[in-house]
T-cell receptor, first 111, second 116 residues
Framework: SQQGEEDPQALSIQEGENATMNCSYKTSINNLQWYRQNSGRGLVHLILIRSNEREKHSGRLRVTLDTSKKSSSLLITASRAADTASYFCACRSGSARQLTFGSGTQLTVLP | DGGITQSPKYLFRKEGQNVTLSCEQNLNHDAMYWYRQDPGQGLRLIYYSQIVNDFQKGDIAEGYSVSREKKESFPLTVTSAQKNPTAFYLC???????????????FGPGTRLLVL
């Protein structure tokens, strides 16, 4: 079963705008990660936020985590055409030795 | 995709045939994983291995088999029992840190399997 579910499923914005993607999960987590996938390629790790953290930054990326609402958001600021990709959240829960991935948000940044 | 290679990039399977997908990593990671991705979907875990000569079933292991004879290698066999094998297959690895389980996963470029 899917632990993380992203919203929206697809997002189209103009270059320079900010893009926000959301992830909801069902059970308590140890950490939540965001990955990026270019079409037909493998996934690339973007950022990890632990359950005791509320916000984390990495370059143009900002991730928030609200454990009371069981949700996370990924904000990409000043988007570029090269940011066009699918973005997935992945959760690790309890003693689980694996990540559970959501179904992803397809982001299109128009030049 | 650095450090993990998958081959071939495209693979064609005939009815009743077993095929093997290769995954090799030079990152010295203990843990390795196989995922299946269907169009427009997320990743589903097939098998994972925390250490050489040991592996565990994931959510969709039926019709697949793996081996882990070497730390660097984790091949996946898609058997004839897998009736709908057409998908994009991704291999990943991660370090197993002491006091905690693996964190970040590093992915290979994927193999696309098609049925003739």
């Amino acid at each position: 079963s899917q632990q993380g579910e992203e919203d929206p499923q697809a997002l189209s914005i103009q270059e320079g705008e900010n893009a926000t993607m959301n992830c909801s999960y069902k059970t308590s987590i140890n950490n939540l990660q965001w990955y990026r996938q270019n079409s037909g390629r493998g996934l690339v790790h973007l950022i990890l936020i632990r359950s005791n953290e509320r916000e984390k930054h990495s370059g143009r990326l900002r991730v928030t985590l609200d454990t009371s609402k069981k949700s996370s958001s990924l904000l990409i600021t000043a988007s570029r055409a090269a940011d066009t990709a699918s973005y997935f959240c992945a959760c690790r829960s309890g003693s689980a030795r694996q990540l559970t991935f959501g179904s992803g948000t397809q982001l299109t940044v128009l030049p | 995709d650095g450090g993990i290679t998958q081959s071939p990039k495209y693979l064609f399977r005939k009815e009743g045939q077993n095929v093997t997908l290769s995954c090799e990593q030079n990152l010295n990671h203990d843990a390795m994983y196989w995922y299946r991705q269907d169009p427009g979907q997320g990743l589903r875990l097939i098998y994972y291995s925390q250490i050489v000569n040991d592996f565990q079933k994931g959510d969709i292991a039926e019709g697949y088999s793996v081996s882990r004879e070497k730390k660097e290698s984790f091949p996946l066999t898609v058997t004839s029992a897998q009736k709908n094998p057409t998908a994009f297959y991704l291999c990943a690895s991660s370090p197993v840190t002491s006091g905690d389980y693996q964190e970040t996963q590093y992915f290979g470029p994927g193999t696309r399997l098609l049925v003739l």
